[in-house]
């Protein structure tokens, strides 16, 4: 009788730690051989550490027999757009299981982002395997974002997630009737805690994330309390995604600091993207001195949550990172948004996989500019989260109607009896004109988005009236 081998695919060191978390609650039953394939899908995976390089990966690597590198399998290619050629599979299959000693092994796979490569190109190369997906985030939330094959999507059997948002359902692989299946909170919370660097280092850590600023921020920046704890201010380098400019993104980045800053916290901690320019934290630590506040970079390679462990901040501040929700459900901290709206206005197109992050995090999380909102604000429960349902679907349909073309129904109530102000920010007119959705133009004028003369006599009245004012 053949053994059994589980292939498990991880491109972040939060998605191996969820790995890990699911095999310590045993939501994976017992196999012949466990292997913890890497995959570093940075632009230049050349010069960026990968998962195995993580500090606490080796925490994580005791629940594996093996760890493999699917950058080295398929070298020269890189990760995000390989694919094995439908006529190679067998060829590619073979290769990979003498590389990886798999002989005639069964094989089973759990993977994350299916849509896409690497996880889409796993599955293709071992044809007939059983997969399962586990969600990285909170984009799990959100629809499908691309048309999986069949022949891929019925093979998928769960989809594991953590509890970011209590009470709401997550989307993606609906299409397949894929069952989703909760990763106990306790179980990643104990990954976590294996994660955070040796007590040895606790010290250092706490210095460099607590207290000490540059020497040019030094002189003018109030002393903190000895017992103060710091504002954590995250950075997503949203300008690397498309979605704000360079200049946009400091800009936020300094509102950040302001408003921590106006809640009166004057002992801030900056995390930065690992990617993100270094000039970026220079001015943040020249802004917060200005405001009389002392700001520190805690610009070594960890988790946030490893962060969250070891800091206890008082205030974590971002934009729509998956870490606010991890720091309010699972640490009780107190979080806060900026600029939701900016984004979700600029964001496209509508069907970008980052808008249902984004609409989640606008939604349930408080302005940092609204004091008492911040203040006041808890982590909502399971009613509040079910209450988004039908926000949810809306979003959803309206962004992928060919993939979830059942969620309309829901949609269509949704959006006759919620449209508001408040809630027209997560639609676009056009988009639900297109799809003959309620808040579309009316019947009458609805040709005006698909009539090119029309848009070219706009675009000439709009470029008179601008050189009129000049």
Not at 122 to 130: E, K, N, R, S, V
Not at 157 to 176: A, S, Y
Request: with cysteine; charged share 20%.
């Amino acid at each position: 009788m053949p053994r059994t081998t589980r292939i498990f695919c991880a491109s972040t060191l939060y998605g191996a730690a969820t790995l890990a978390a699911a095999l310590d609650a045993g939501l994976f039953s017992p196999v012949d051989r466990q292997l913890l394939l890497i995959t570093n899908n940075s632009a230049t995976p050349e010069t960026t550490p990968s998962v195995d390089a993580m500090p606490g990966f080796a925490a994580v690597r005791d629940r594996f027999d093996e760890v493999l590198s699917w950058n080295e399998t398929i070298s020269p290619f890189h990760p995000g757009g390989w694919a094995p050629r439908a006529d190679d599979v067998p060829m590619w299959e073979r290769y990979v299981r003498l590389l990886w000693n798999l002989g005639d092994d069964e094989v089973q796979l759990a993977v994350e982002s299916v849509q896409v490569n690497p996880a889409l190109a796993l599955c293709q190369l071992f044809t007939g395997a059983p997969v399962d997906v586990y969600a990285d985030g909170l984009i799990s939330y959100g629809p499908t974002r691309d048309k999986i094959d069949p022949l891929v999507g019925t093979r998928i059997g769960r989809l594991l997630h953590l509890d970011l948002v209590p009470g709401l359902t997550p989307l993606l692989l609906t299409e397949f009737d894929v069952r989703p299946e909760l990763v106990p909170a306790e179980a990643f919370l104990k990954v976590l805690g294996e994660l955070a660097e040796p007590e040895s280092e606790l010290a250092e850590f706490t210095r460099a994330s607590g207290a000490l600023g540059s020497a040019g921020s030094a002189g003018s920046a109030v002393p903190p309390a000895a017992d103060e704890r710091p504002a954590l201010l995250l950075g997503q380098y949203l300008s690397a995604l498309g979605i704000l400019t360079d200049a946009e993104e400091e800009g936020l980045h300094l509102r950040m600091v302001g408003g921590a800053v106006a809640l009166g916290h004057r002992t801030l901690v900056f995390k930065p993207h690992p990617t993100a320019p270094a000039r970026w934290s220079r001015l943040l630590e020249d802004r917060a001195a200005e405001l009389g506040a002392r700001l520190s970079v805690l610009d070594r390679p960890v988790l946030a949550e490893v962060a969250f462990q070891r800091m206890r901040p008082a205030l974590v501040v971002g934009c729509f990172s998956t870490a606010l929700f991890t720091a309010a459900g699972f640490y009780g901290i107190p979080v806060a948004r900026v600029g939701t709206d900016t984004l979700l206005a600029r964001l496209t197109p509508y069907q970008n996989s980052n808008r249902v992050p984004l609409t989640l995090a606008d939604a349930l999380l408080p302005d940092l500019a609204d004091r008492a909102a911040v203040e006041a604000w808890s982590m909502p429960g399971a009613e509040q989260g079910a209450a988004l349902a039908g926000l949810l679907a809306a979003v959803g349909f309206a962004m992928q109607p060919k993939i979830h073309p059942q969620l309309r129904g829901a949609a269509e109530e949704y959006l006759s009896r919620h449209l508001s102000p408040r809630t027209w920010r997560y639609f676009k007119r056009r988009r639900l004109t297109s799809l003959a959705l309620p808040g579309a133009l009316p019947a009458q004028l609805s040709f005006i988005p698909r009539n090119a003369t029309v848009r070219r006599l706009a675009r000439r009245a709009r470029a008179l009236s601008r050189a009129a004012k000049r």
